[in-house]
């Protein structure tokens, strides 16, 4: 090569170089110090919330952060988050993103998660159709478990600890999770219904299950803190010498 080509060569190396510079200074440098700078309001943890708690304003705070490199997901709102459940564990100083948040653990199929040590789910069969409350039973519904096959005077056997319990799933014989819609074929007929229980009360649904004739009554359907009211109900009997 050259000498000539040479420089030529490195004088639009050099232009390039001062070019690349000048891009990086004046454009590249500001949008990103501009960016660091914005800053924006986003909800972050302050106390552990475990998965299946709900999320309120004790345990979420607004914190003013830089807007740069945020997640697009994360939530902002501390009303936006109030009210709704995690589906992961989330620490002190986490940010809460919408893709780990549900409005409702049982209809939004995540109520396995929702286990703390404390309680256990199980399922028992629906014998016939009118023993599941006609197919209309569904997630969130607050039941009494009764047992026809202890019939005394005509009367099925009601359980005290079996008073107030909530039903997670209503599921059909091929493994579907039904909501209470009208049936339309005999595959979509109840076959199962997963309950929420402790561990007593396991042991007497499983009982039941195989030597009895499990029939559902429904007790309520509503508002999440009023059913939650009679499952408090229910809980007090154990730790109340069996009053309820």
């Not at 943890?45 to 705070?61: A, D, Y």
């Not at 995540?110 to 209309?136: E, H, Q």
């Not at 319990?165 to 209503?170: F, P, R, W, Y």
């Amino acid at each position: 090569m050259s000498r000539k080509n040479k420089l030529k060569k490195q004088t639009v190396i050099g232009i390039a170089c001062l070019l690349l510079a000048a891009l990086i200074i004046f454009i590249i440098v500001p949008v990103v110090t501009g960016a660091i700078k914005t800053s924006t309001q986003v909800v972050r943890v302050s106390k552990t919330i475990s998965v299946g708690q709900e999320i309120t304003k004790e345990n979420t705070e607004v914190v003013e952060v830089s807007g740069y490199n945020l997640p697009g997901n994360i939530i902002k709102s501390q009303d936006e988050a109030t009210g709704k459940f995690v589906t992961a564990r989330l620490e002190p100083g986490d940010y809460i993103l919408d893709t780990k948040v549900v409005t409702n653990m049982i209809s939004s199929g995540n109520y396995m998660s929702a286990l703390d040590g404390n309680k256990r789910i199980v399922s028992v069969s629906i014998k016939d159709l009118a023993s599941g409350i006609s197919g209309k039973l569904q997630a969130g519904d607050i039941v009494s478990v009764m047992n026809n096959a202890e019939a005394v005077n005509n009367r099925g056997t009601i359980y005290k600890e079996l008073k107030y319990v909530k039903v997670l799933a209503v599921t059909t014989g091929n493994g579907i999770d039904v909501s209470g819609e009208a049936i339309s074929g005999e595959d979509k007929l109840p076959a199962t219904v997963t309950m929420l229980v402790n561990e007593n009360q396991a042991q007497l649904l499983a009982g039941l299950e195989k030597n009895g004739n499990i029939y559902f009554t429904l007790i309520y359907r509503g508002d999440l803190a009023k059913a939650n009211e009679f499952l408090k109900t229910q809980d007090d009997y154990f730790t109340n010498n069996g009053n309820i």
